[in-house]
């Protein structure tokens, strides 16, 4: 049975999001129901929707960066209350019991951890539903607290952009006296020059656009390279420590191993298809490592929301209504944002009346 939930979804990879009624279960003894005010779009609720990885279950109602407000909980739940401030990414559920959930690291549960949407719920078999919604009900232990002080309104990006470049940066210790190079500067990049500037690291942004190279520098960057350009990135050769790579679509990733110093690393956190080959001398020479990171795990996470409200760091975000989703959506293919979304979800009822 289960409540009624309103939320904007999609039929088809050809069809654009519009109202939909589902329902939401009943609460479990570990549950808790959550009023959802604010909804991150990422890209990839784009590529989902359009089904641009082969996977997509219709009808997929999308939204992985979720801020709410706990409305019930479950018998068993003690880490939250009714009125709490919270807040949920990229995962609902994990077996709990694998190597992998026991060193908190869920996202890589030897079971595979349950999606927020398009994935598919362990216990009775039904499509996970994501944050474009009213409410959504999840397991408290993916439930993250929001710190006290925060601004609700701007903190869903970080569920997902901020954990997705916090997490790399933290597991290869980046800090104060670190030399670190961000490539793309994009939902993702954004949130790379901003938190590893509050690290302590000296920060490079990499763009082809000259134009990002300010923007780059109010957000927290301290130098600025242009990739087109050759000398600026011959002069640059073995300069950094570590290199956060954002970049969303495959490309060649010689010219920046080639900016990395001895046993520099470059992670990649944005290409998720297939990429071109490299020179293998790039990764001999200098001792250099290429490797991937995806999102962290939940303490991780919170760790993540704790460590950005002490130091006062948000997304650069633009406020939508419920009803503008599919114009929001049309402009991400075209990169005309700086730098998220972020659904007003207080509109979703005008917006399905």
């Known amino acids: 049975m289960g409540t009624t939930a309103t939320g904007w979804g999609t039929e088809a990879p050809d069809q654009p999001l519009k109202p939909m009624t589902f329902d939401r279960r009943d609460l479990r003894p570990n549950d808790v129901a959550i009023r959802i005010s604010h909804a991150g779009i990422c890209h990839s609720d784009l590529h ?3 089904n641009d990885w082969n996977n997509s279950k219709y009808p997929i109602i999308p939204g992985h960066e979720i801020v709410g407000t706990v409305t019930a909980i479950g018998d068993e ?13 990229c995962m609902v559920d994990s077996c709990m019991e694998c190597d992998q959930c026991l060193e908190g690291w869920e996202v890589f549960c030897r079971k595979g951890c349950v999606q927020t949407y398009n994935g598919v719920d362990y216990h009775d ?6 944050g474009y919604t009213d409410h959504i009900v999840v397991r408290d232990h993916f439930v993250l607290k929001v710190p006290d002080g925060m601004d609700v309104s701007r903190v869903a990006p970080l569920l997902c952009a ?31 020059v901003k938190l590893a500037a509050a690290m302590g690291a000296h920060v490079t942004m990499i763009t082809t656009t000259p134009s990002k190279g300010e923007d780059a520098r109010e957000l927290g960057a301290h130098d600025v390279i242009i ?7 011959k002069a640059a050769r073995t300069r950094f420590d570590f290199i956060l790579n954002t970049i969303p679509v495959s490309h060649e990733i010689d010219p920046y191993l080639q900016l990395l110093g001895r046993s520099g690393r470059m992670v990649i956190v944005g290409a998720l298809n297939e990429m071109p080959g490299f020179v293998g001398g790039n990764l001999v020479w200098w001792n250099r490592a290429v490797g991937g990171s995806a999102i962290g795990g939940i303490p991780e996470t919170q760790e993540m929301l704790d460590f950005c409200a002490a130091k006062d760091i948000y997304p650069e975000v633009e406020f939508i209504r419920m009803d503008e989703v599919n114009h929001a959506y049309d402009r991400l293919l075209k990169n005309d ?17």
């Open 77 to 89: 739940v003690t880490r939250h209350r009714v009125g709490d401030t919270v807040a949920v990414g």
């Open 125 to 130: 078999g039904t499509g996970t539903k994501g």
């Open 337 to 353: 944002v700086r730098y998220r979304f972020v659904i007003d979800m207080n509109t979703l009822e005008k917006a399905t009346a």
């Open 227 to 233: 990739s087109t350009d050759k000398t600026q990135m």
């Open 48 to 50: 989902t929707c359009r």
């Open 162 to 192: 901020g954990i997705t470049t916090y997490s790399p940066l933290r597991q290869y210790n980046v800090g104060t006296g670190s030399k670190v190079a961000v490539v793309g500067l994009g939902g993702l990049g954004h949130m790379g």
